[in-house]
């Protein structure tokens, strides 16, 4: 009898034992790492409904880990179920109702008395706040054409390019523009002027056009053109005429007159500039070479897109004409007479100021920018409209427009979200498959009921890349050592950043690593502070570092998004912030090196469809080094960047990613090798063994995996 006692004793202790140590166990809690969801199609289908489909919906948590879990919509909730398992996860799905309007929703997770939710921020404690940033969307009817999704896009300075034309050449004091003549630089390879607006080096459309098949090799989807329209400055940002292309760029059948005489430049009449620029010849000849050049493009199977400021014009433009050019031609502008059909064009501050009235708003107080009133004229908001339509629509069909300064168009935020809401309308009737790309504007505004279809993505992605890999400022003004290699600041700042963009917006985010206004990225990695007004423009080339220009570029061909080539860097062109970055295309002084490294990395990014639409999740930062994973369906590939100088060994949990164990990793790109893996070579293979890998990472490396 007292054994059977102690037995029974001993079996309560082991009993007891056996619950502590259990409720202790991994396998007993809630494995918060494994929860996922995201707005790509892995866990959302259709990826762009319309508003007469039903959305669903999953999240994944770990296998037989949690009791119950909540779909939160707008205050109503479902409760999910378990749609489907696979060897580390179940998918609990969800099905948002149609809706004309969109829908904001977030998941709640209860394990025993345990309960989290799951928002984009990824696992909260207390359920979300009113703000919606953190909440998934969907947008219903956002329509963006699938080739925005992830494309490849290619910023083209159209005058820095190539010269395909001579004979449309801006010659030596054409005109004046900012106090200075209009100028001709002496050599395509010479540095810009760091202080004129007014000199050409004679890129143009034809010489577009007779470079195509370099950018149909490079692997570009989409041409994205700086400004073409009528303007006297080189970056035509500031535009004299919205409906006919610059025949600087164009075609001039019809030349002559004389260039500015040097005794008066004040009220002097700029002859020859204006027959190139008026006549009804040129400007038809220009409009047509345009249509001709978008034609071919669609040929060869690139779309294109142009770029606009709708927020200003020229003092040139008739509707003004400061300098009085279009007083023989167009009637009178506003600059001179208090009765124009145009003074409602613009804003006033001297209702008195006639003749000659300088008192129109202005940007940055530059008299050559002149500020539209949207407000005070519906004639120029219905021509404004008309714009949009023209170029997207027969005969010219354009994809689309990148439109800058778009949040300083009319006087005030209600006018903007009037305007742009009509903008978007009027392009998307005219060309359903066109987009709108948002310079510098906010993601909210995406897809139908906001504005965009895209924004240019340098909060979230220019500027933690280059904080991140080379410690300075897109301007090269600021060095911070205390970001560079840092990869918890890195990915923090691109989380947070992340939050901002609703729907699908991310996938369609325009991700430059260098952009018009910012030094060049191989500049930046000199590490150099500096502008065009304290160095030399020579040493914006010195001391500059390739291996981590290759790091930007294989992040950016990784990243979700849409890659965005500003003309040159592929070839190695460098440039402090400003004119500077406007170098010219160094044709037949290419580094072919970097042009191959770049082809190398698109045609992977067509090879893997995850890395255009399949989701994203970090999957290390520490130690300078950054790792992370895209993943469609079971398609993975995977990303390891190394900042820092030394060696790493580096642990991943592929099991994040759902791979499997004993599967194998295969790596496809190792940019610390002396020569590069290329996408058809299997240099190593990694096992993954109790869902994870361990990779050798040299100093200043890149590598690309895939299963």
Do not use: C
């Given at each position: 009898m007292e054994v059977i006692l102690w037995i029974i004793i001993i079996m309560i202790i082991v009993s007891l034992i056996y619950i502590i140590v259990a409720d202790k166990s991994p396998v007993d809690q809630?494995?918060?790492?494994?929860?996922?969801?995201?707005?790509?199609?892995?866990?959302?289908?259709?990826?762009?409904?319309?508003?007469?489909?039903?959305?669903?919906?999953?999240?994944?948590?770990?296998?037989?880990?949690?009791?119950?879990?909540?779909?939160?919509?707008?205050?109503?909730?479902?409760?999910?179920k378990i749609q489907r398992s696979d060897h580390y996860f179940d998918y609990y799905l969800g099905i948002i109702p149609q809706s004309e309007t969109k829908?904001?929703?977030?998941?709640?997770?209860?394990r025993k008395n345990k309960t989290i939710y799951y928002t984009k921020e990824g696992i909260q404690h207390q359920p979300p706040t009113s703000a919606k940033d953190v909440l998934f969307t969907v947008i219903p009817n956002s329509n963006v054409p699938s080739w925005m999704v992830g494309g490849i896009f290619y910023q083209l300075d159209v005058d820095r390019f190539y010269n395909g034309n001579e004979k449309n050449d801006v010659v030596n004091k054409e005109y004046i523009y900012q106090g200075q003549y209009a100028t001709k630089a002496e050599s395509w390879y010479e540095y810009p002027s760091t202080s004129s607006q007014s000199e050409f080096y004679g890129g143009d459309l034809q010489g577009v056009k007779q470079k195509l098949h370099y950018l149909q090799s490079l692997g570009v989807d989409v041409i994205s053109l700086s400004p073409i329209f009528i303007s006297p400055s080189s970056h035509k940002d500031d535009t004299q005429n919205f409906l006919y292309v610059d025949p600087h760029y164009g075609e001039i059948l019809s030349d002559g007159g004389q260039t500015v005489d040097d005794k008066d430049q004040?009220?002097?009449?700029?002859?020859?500039?204006?027959?190139?620029?008026?006549?009804?010849?040129?400007?038809?000849?220009?409009?047509q070479l345009l249509s001709n050049l978008i034609e071919e493009i669609h040929q060869l199977g690139m779309k294109i897109i142009l770029e606009g400021n709708f927020s200003y014009c020229s003092s040139f433009h008739a509707w003004l004409d400061e300098p009085g050019f279009y007083k023989k031609i167009d009637g009178i502008g506003a600059y001179y007479e208090q009765n124009s059909l145009y003074r409602d064009y613009f804003y006033w501050k001297n209702k008195k100021g006639?003749?000659?009235?300088?008192?129109?708003?202005?940007?940055?107080?530059?008299?050559?920018?002149?500020?539209?009133?949207?407000?005070?004229?519906?004639?120029?908001?219905?021509?404004?409209?008309?714009?949009?339509?023209?170029?997207?629509?027969?005969?010219?069909?354009?994809?689309?427009?990148?439109?800058?300064?778009?949040r300083e168009l009319g006087a005030n935020a209600t006018t903007r979200k009037h305007f742009w809401g009509h903008f978007r309308d009027q392009v998307k009737s005219t060309n359903p498959q066109a987009v709108i790309i948002a310079e510098g504007d906010h993601p909210k505004d995406f897809g139908k009921g906001g504005k965009w279809d895209s924004v240019t993505n340098m909060a979230g992605f220019l500027e933690p890349i280059s904080y991140f890999l080379t410690g300075m400022s897109t301007t090269s003004n600021i060095f911070d050592q205390n970001r560079l290699g840092n990869a918890a600041a890195f990915i923090k700042e691109v989380e947070k950043q992340r939050l901002r963009f609703p729907d699908v917006s991310y996938w369609t985010a325009f991700n430059p690593i260098s952009y018009r206004g910012s030094s060049r990225f191989l500049t930046r990695t000199n590490q150099q502070l500096g502008n065009v007004n304290n160095r030399s423009q020579d040493t914006a080339d010195t001391g500059i570092n390739t291996q981590v220009y290759k790091q930007a570029v294989m992040m950016m061909m990784t990243w979700t998004g849409c890659p965005a080539i500003y003309y040159g860097d592929e070839a190695g062109v460098c440039g402090w912030a400003g004119t500077d970055s406007r170098r010219t295309y160094p044709w037949e002084r290419e580094i072919d090196?970097?042009?191959?490294?770049?082809?190398?990395?698109?045609?992977?990014?067509?090879?893997?469809?995850?890395?255009?639409?399949?989701?994203?999740?970090?999957?290390?930062?520490?130690?300078?080094?950054?790792?992370?994973?895209?993943?469609?369906?079971?398609?993975?590939?995977?990303?390891?960047?190394?900042?820092?100088?030394?060696?790493?060994?580096?642990?991943?949990?592929?099991?994040?990613?759902?791979?499997r164990n004993g599967h194998t990793m295969k790596e496809i790109m190792d940019i610390g090798s002396p020569v590069p893996v290329t996408i058809d070579t299997e240099e190593t293979k990694l096992m993954v063994q109790k869902g994870m890998i361990s990779i050798h990472m040299p100093g200043l490396g890149g590598k690309i995996f895939s299963t």
């Open positions: 809630l494995i918060s790492d494994a929860i996922f969801s995201d707005e790509s199609p892995n866990f959302r289908e259709p990826f762009q409904p319309t508003s007469q489909e039903d959305v669903r919906v999953w999240l994944r948590t770990a296998r037989k880990n949690v009791d119950q879990v909540i779909l939160h919509l707008d205050g109503a909730f479902q409760e999910m829908t904001h929703y977030y998941f709640q997770v209860n004040s009220t002097v009449y700029a002859e020859k500039y204006m027959e190139r620029v008026a006549n009804k010849d040129n400007l038809k000849a220009s409009n006639w003749p000659n009235n300088l008192s129109y708003e202005k940007w940055k107080n530059k008299k050559e920018y002149a500020k539209l009133n949207y407000e005070g004229s519906s004639a120029l908001y219905a021509t404004m409209l008309q714009v949009g339509s023209k170029w997207v629509g027969m005969p010219h069909r354009a994809d689309g427009w990148k439109v800058v300064k778009s090196e970097l042009i191959e490294y770049h082809k190398d990395l698109i045609k992977l990014r067509r090879r893997f469809p995850s890395l255009k639409k399949g989701s994203f999740l970090f999957l290390y930062g520490g130690l300078g080094v950054v790792a992370y994973a895209r993943w469609l369906e079971e398609e993975v590939v995977v990303v390891v960047i190394n900042r820092s100088l030394e060696d790493k060994i580096v642990q991943l949990p592929l099991w994040l990613a759902q791979v």
